[in-house]
C-alpha cells in the first residue's frame, strides 16, 4: 500500500480549517490528529492524568516550550482525545483581559470563556453547558421509568424531583455548593415546565454573567447569597468536576494556555496574586480536594523559570517545579509536573512535511510538483539557518513549506529549485546589507562597500 493510500478520510469542513490554520500559523480547533508526529512520550503521560481523573483523582501538569513548539498543539490534541473519552473539557486563552486572578472582571473574565467554551463528545465546538443539564435530566426520566412508574403521572414528577435532589446533594457540602445546587434544581423545574426566561436566567447565573446579587436575584426570581466572581470562580470550577461526574461523565480537564501573559503583569502584587491561584491549584489537585479534575496550563519556558517575574521567583512553586538535581539533562521524565517539550526530530520534521504534503494534495485535488528529494532539502534548507538545528519550531517550518506548495499550484510553470533557490539568494543578500549596516564604518575590512543591491534586479 502507497503512503498516499494511507491517508484517512478527513471531512472536507476540518480539512479546509485546518489547513487554514497551519498557514496562518495558529492551531487548528479540529483535525489536530491528522498532523499529530511524534510526541508520543507526552501524549501517554498525558492521556494517563486523564485516567487517574477518571478514577477521581486529581491532575495538573504544565507545558512547557518556545513559540511555535507544539503546547497549544498538543492540549487541543489533548482535548479530542479526551471528548472522544467522554470526558468534559473547557479551554481558555489568557490575555490582558482574562487572569487567574484579577480585579475588575479580569478572573470572572476567564472562568467566562472556560464556560463558552464548554465541550462534550457531542458539542466538540463548545456551548455544552445546557445540553450536558438536558443530557443529565434526560437519563433521570429514563432510569425512573425503567422502574415503572408512569412518565407524565405526578408521582414520575415528585420522584424524578427527588432524585434531582439526591444527585445535588454531594456538591451542596462544597464551597459555593448550595447556591450552585439551588440554581440547578430551578433549572430543572424551568426545563421541566418549558420556562424558557428561567432557564434562560440560571444558564446565565451558571456562567458567572451577574455582576452583582441584586441583578441576579432579579432576574432569577430567587435569591442567592453568591455570585460567581473573581474570588471564587475556582471554587466554582471544583463543582461542575463534581457534578459532571454524577452526571455521567468521567470528569473535567481544563486547559489554559498563553500563560505568559501572567509573567507579563508588571505589578508584582497582581502578578503574585495569579501565582498563588495557580499554587491552589496545584495544591487542590494533587492532595485530592479537586476530585474529577485536570488541569494543563500552557506557558513559555520564560514564564516558568525567570527568577525575577516567572513562577519560579515565587518560592513556593520553585521548589514544587524545579528540576531535581539528578535530572541531568538527556534524561528523560515526564512523570513531574512539567513537561518540556523538545525539538522534533529531523525524521520527524519530515513526517510532518510529507503528511502535510498529502493533506494539501487531498484538499486540493492536484498532484503536489515537489519529490521526495525536494522535501528532503527543504528540510535541510530550514535547519542550515543559525540556530535552527535546536530551535526550530513546527509553526514556521509549515508556514514556509505550505507557502511554497501554494506557489508551485498557483504557477504550473514554476520548478521548486526555482522558488525556494531564489527565496534562499534574496535571503542571503538582505543578510548581507543587515550585516553591513550593523558594522562600525571604522570596523569594516579596506576595500568594502555596501553591496550593490536593488530587488527590481532579481527575476521572480
Known amino acids: 500500500m502507497t503512503e498516499a493510500n494511507t491517508t484517512p478520510a478527513i471531512p472536507k469542513r476540518i480539512l479546509t480549517s485546518l489547513l487554514a490554520s497551519l498557514s496562518a500559523g495558529v492551531v487548528p480547533r479540529a483535525g489536530a490528529p491528522y498532523i499529530a508526529i511524534g510526541r508520543k512520550d507526552e501524549i501517554a503521560a498525558l492521556l494517563s492524568d486523564l485516567e487517574l481523573v477518571n478514577e477521581g483523582g486529581g491532575t495538573m501538569r504544565f507545558l512547557i516550550g518556545r513559540y511555535g513548539s507544539g503546547k497549544s498543539f498538543l492540549m487541543q490534541l489533548i482535548r479530542g482525545y479526551a471528548l472522544e473519552r467522554d470526558f468534559i473539557t473547557a479551554d481558555a486563552d489568557l490575555s490582558p483581559e482574562r487572569r487567574l486572578h484579577g480585579s475588575g472582571g479580569s478572573g470572572v473574565a476567564t472562568y467566562r470563556e472556560l464556560m463558552k467554551n464548554l465541550a462534550s463528545k457531542s458539542s466538540p465546538d463548545g456551548g455544552a453547558l445546557p445540553k450536558i443539564i438536558a443530557r443529565w435530566i434526560a437519563g ?56 424558557e426566561d428561567i432557564k434562560s436566567a440560571c444558564i446565565r447565573w451558571l456562567r458567572g454573567e451577574y455582576s452583582n446579587k441584586t441583578e441576579a436575584k432579579s432576574a432569577l426570581g430567587f435569591g442567592v447569597s453568591v455570585i460567581i466572581d473573581d474570588d471564587n470562580w475556582y471554587d466554582f470550577i471544583k463543582l461542575w468536576a463534581t457534578l ?208 550593490d543591491f536593488d530587488p527590481n534586479d532579481i527575476e521572480i
Request: charged share 30%; proline share 4%; glycine share 8%.
Open 244 to 451: 459532571v461526574r454524577r452526571m455521567g461523565y468521567r470528569g473535567l480537564v481544563v486547559f489554559i494556555d498563553e500563560c505568559v501573559n501572567l509573567y507579563k503583569i508588571t505589578h508584582r502584587v497582581s502578578r503574585e496574586n495569579n501565582y498563588e491561584k495557580i499554587l491552589s491549584m496545584f495544591n487542590d489537585t494533587l492532595q485530592g480536594r479537586a476530585r474529577g479534575l485536570g488541569i494543563i496550563l500552557g506557558g513559555t519556558p520564560q514564564f516558568l523559570e525567570d527568577t525575577r517575574r516567572g513562577l519560579f521567583s515565587y518560592e513556593a512553586l520553585r521548589s514544587r517545579l524545579c528540576d531535581s538535581r539528578f535530572a541531568l539533562d538527556g534524561y528523560k521524565n515526564l512523570l513531574g509536573p512539567v513537561i518540556r517539550l523538545r525539538r522534533l526530530s529531523d525524521d520527524e520534521l519530515l513526517a510532518l512535511i510529507n503528511r502535510v504534503t498529502r493533506l494539501h494534495a487531498l484538499h486540493y485535488n492536484w498532484t503536489p510538483r515537489i519529490t521526495d528529494e525536494e522535501r528532503v532539502k527543504f528540510l535541510a534548507i530550514c535547519l542550515e539557518r543559525a540556530g535552527a538545528n535546536s530551535m526550530i519550531t513546527p509553526r514556521e517550518m509549515l508556514r514556509d513549506y505550505l507557502t511554497v506548495l501554494n506557489i508551485l499550484m498557483q504557477n504550473p510553470d514554476v520548478t521548486f529549485s526555482e522558488v525556494v533557490g531564489k527565496a534562499v539568494t534574496l535571503k542571503t543578500i538582505y543578510d548581507e546589507e543587515d550585516d553591513y549596516a550593523t558594522v562600525p564604518p571604522a570596523s569594516r575590512p579596506s576595500g568594502t562597500k555596501k553591496p
Open 140 to 195: 433521570l426520566q429514563t432510569d425512573l421509568a425503567a422502574t415503572g412508574v408512569e412518565p407524565g403521572s405526578p408521582e414520575f414528577s415528585k420522584k424524578l424531583g427527588l432524585r434531582v435532589i439526591d444527585e445535588l446533594r454531594e456538591v451542596e457540602f462544597l464551597v459555593g455548593g448550595f447556591d450552585f445546587a439551588k440554581v440547578i434544581s430551578e433549572y430543572y423545574r424551568a426545563y421541566i415546565s418549558g420556562d
